[in-house]
Nanobody, 124 residues
Framework: QVRLLESGGGSVQAGGSLRLSCAGSGYTYSAYSMGWFRQGPGQEREGVAVIDSDGSPRYANSVKGRFSISRDNAKNTLYLQMNSLKPDDTAKYYC??????????????????WGQGTQVTVSS
């Protein structure tokens, strides 16, 4: 049974930093692309960052240069380091596992398993 569990959310002032973690279990963690998505109030869930099994990252334009995605396959854990946070970054953040092995995924429908999410609130 695939399980994903996020942690590390919280409240921070604009300009601050947070680090999210996502622990995966129930599958061969290193074989799959992993991603971070977010959903703000009244908004659709959108891709933030994805990292392939080979470590190649991709980012939404809105977070490039501020966020960094990484993975530790030995610990089955995905990370998202978020710096220079803005109020627009306020959202619930979800980690997700790709539907299939391989790489290059980005769309929501290319990710099959999702965590419960962790709230990030950035105040001005």
């Amino acid at each position: 049974q695939v399980r994903l569990l996020e942690s590390g959310g919280g409240s921070v002032q604009a300009g601050g930093s947070l680090r999210l973690s996502c622990a995966g279990s129930g599958y061969t963690y290193s074989a799959y692309s992993m991603g971070w998505f977010r959903q703000g109030p009244g908004q659709e869930r959108e891709g933030v960052a994805v990292i392939d099994s080979d470590g190649s990252p991709r980012y939404a334009n809105s977070v490039k240069g501020r966020f960094s995605i990484s993975r530790d396959n030995a610990k089955n854990t995905l990370y998202l380091q978020m710096n220079s946070l803005k109020p627009d970054d306020t959202a619930k953040y979800y980690c997700a596992r790709a539907r299939d092995v391989g790489g290059g995924y980005w769309r929501r429908d290319e990710f099959r398993y999702w965590g419960q999410g962790t709230q990030v609130t950035v105040s001005s």
